[in-house]
């Protein structure tokens, strides 16, 4: 009897990369500027390794576009081809070594429960990749899912294509111009969000890492309106000017209201900022 196809997100090569590459931005908002995360991703991820490469079949059938069911299978069948062509022995050992100093450096559960856009496309390929012994229907079954994903939006792909080129002509630089255009990314990224205060910065971390938490990000985000509702109307009860005082409470009571819904948006997000924003500048001027 043929095996049932099973799919290990922690094998995923395309989701281990994808959550290593979330993992350099919050480590790069903690303002680390030479974060752990970036080491591993040039150590386990760049051309020569059998992960590198293994990557690049992901991105193929991630990124690329079609059109014909024809031309969607041919694609498929080159790429498995090439995949055959890879030492699964190093490939398990890249893997484990690269969860094991993940494991070592990040909260694993922290770091794998984060929502993967387009999951159900890296499961079946690493589903195909991984295929050993299985039910044919299985195998036609997700065969399909990758050839319909291949079909897909053309004006989507084709913006993909051009991110994809950039990256490819980035790794095509020798490693001075690439140090010197992280560099720059870095301290662009670090310009950018200098005017942050610790609370804000901190938001923006835990907004990133959560996005697809709802339960706990709903649950930071109702702790920090109470913090900042109970900042607010210390502020308030200093304010000698009597319409800035009235200003002030009438913030504070459309904060609470605006912060009741279940979901957290990215307005709610902006909002919150901007809570912060307004008890720094009250605080400012009181002092």
Not at 14 to 23: K, N, P, T
Not at 110 to 132: G, T, V
Not at 223 to 228: I, Q, R
Not at 232 to 249: A, C, G, H, P
Request: net charge positive; aromatic share 10%; glycine share 2%.
């Amino acid at each position: 009897m043929s095996a049932k196809l099973k799919h290990h997100k922690l094998k995923n090569t395309g989701i281990l990369f994808e959550l290593l590459s979330r993992q350099i931005t919050a480590d790069l908002l903690s303002e680390n500027s030479n974060p752990f995360s970036v080491k591993l991703l040039k150590k386990y991820f760049n051309k020569g390794t059998q992960l590198g490469k293994e990557l690049r079949l992901y991105n193929i059938l991630m990124k690329e576009s079609c059109g014909s069911e024809i031309k969607s299978n041919y694609l498929l069948d080159n790429v498995l081809t090439t995949r055959e062509s890879l030492s699964n022995k190093s490939l398990r050992r890249q893997k484990y070594n690269l969860i094991k100093e993940i494991k070592d450096n990040y909260p694993l559960t922290d770091f794998f429960k984060s929502k993967i856009k387009n999951y159900k496309i890296y499961a079946s390929i690493y589903q195909l990749f991984e295929n050993a012994n299985t039910d044919p229907k299985d195998v036609m079954d997700i065969r399909y899912t990758i050839i319909e994903h291949l079909q897909s939006d053309g004006k989507k792909v084709n913006k993909k294509k051009i991110d994809s080129k950039l990256v490819e002509q980035y790794k095509k630089q020798n490693e001075d111009v690439r140090l010197l255009s992280y560099k720059i990314l870095v301290d662009n990224f670090n310009s950018k969000y200098k005017n942050l205060n610790a609370p804000q910065k901190k938001l923006l971390r835990e907004f990133i890492n959560n996005i697809s938490n709802t339960n706990k990000i709903k649950e930071y985000f109702d702790s920090e309106v109470v913090k900042l509702t109970k900042q607010l109307k210390s502020y308030s009860n200093k304010i000698e000017d009597k319409v800035t005082k009235i200003k002030v409470n009438e913030s504070i009571n459309l904060m609470n209201t605006k912060f009741s819904d279940k979901q957290v948006t990215d307005e709610h997000f902006l909002s919150l900022m901007r809570y912060y924003e307004l008890a720094k500048e009250i605080k400012k001027c009181l002092n």
